[in-house]
């Protein structure tokens, strides 16, 4: 064990800790001043000179597994508001199956943590077969991925020991949102949405830091579902990827049924579900969507639902009226909130896992890094 754990017991808990830190390394040197003014800009070194390559695609298309699909996802909204180019998602493997059609003029951006997982690097080469250009977001210098693309970012979000992914998917994320930023620079009319974005990248780590005192709260919530069978969490917009993230970590590590659900699909399936017994974390911060979750939480009440709210600070009382658990966040900017909203989720994930007794950083049958198909 090179790395040591310092005063955290296992390594998931030590890398959920230093996501201030993670984050900060990750921006380094990337958010820089405009000339004399005070206008700050992003600069991605690896992406530079092929911006405008990029600008000119017929599509972004965004590669990858697991918790890196879904950093992907939650980056998606944002890439497509400020570059105005169509993006698509597309999960490793399927994309191989399917042999989906890919064009010379699309730019693929394979995104993972460890660089080597074996699905994202055939999806990889079978890009290059068809001329795409292809962009690397990966967290290990040297890796295939970073080698094999033909430019890219590295996240600097440090070593990940334990087997569920946590710093990587927040720094992921972040890197995406400047990749957005860096491809849509030059857009007079969102312009001032890009600056608003590099404030709230700024003030992300100090956010991270006070959501992070959430810690024992979420030990006492774990407490209280130690014995469920299955979890649900409920998102939609920037938060949908939350929800699948946060049940990826539960399944994962807790070893526990857990499923993120698409709000918008409630009524097509999954509202069946629904009783007293069965614990629901509904994902409800504000932003353009918060409306429409205050409407997805009034129905799951109306059908008994055993709700757990996560809303934005202060919100308690408007989201449920002080009928139900919440699990209140800091505000930021909304292509941002999932990286905020996702932490008290990885905590829930962390002390599950412990107060069930499983083991946290090597769970079975998982590997780190998925090296075969
Ligand atoms: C995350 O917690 C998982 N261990 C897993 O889903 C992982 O994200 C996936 O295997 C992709 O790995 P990569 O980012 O190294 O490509």
Redesign the pocket.
Known sequence: EQISKGKYEHYMQKEIHEQPESLTTTMRGRLIRDGSSKRKSVLLGGLKDHLKTIRRSRRIVFI???????AALAARPILEELCGIPVTMEIASDLLDRQAPVYRDDTIIF???????AD?LNALEYAQENGALCVGI??TVGSS?ARSTHCGVHINAGSEIG????K??TSQIVVMAMVALAIGADSISTAQRREGIIESLLNLPGKIREVLKLDEEMKDLARSLISEQSLLMFGRGYNYATALEGA??VK?VALMHSEGILAGEMKHGPLALVDENLPIVVIATRDQCFSKQQSVIQQLKARKGRLIVMCTEGDAEAVCGGSCPVIEVPHIVDCLQPVVNIVPLQLLAYHLTVLRGYNVDQPRN?A???TTE
């Open positions: 990858g597994c697991g918790t890196s699909y879904n995104v993972s943590q460890s660089g080597e997982t994202t990966t967290n991925i087997v569920a992914s946590t990587a998917y990826l970590k994962e998982l780190k890094s998925v």
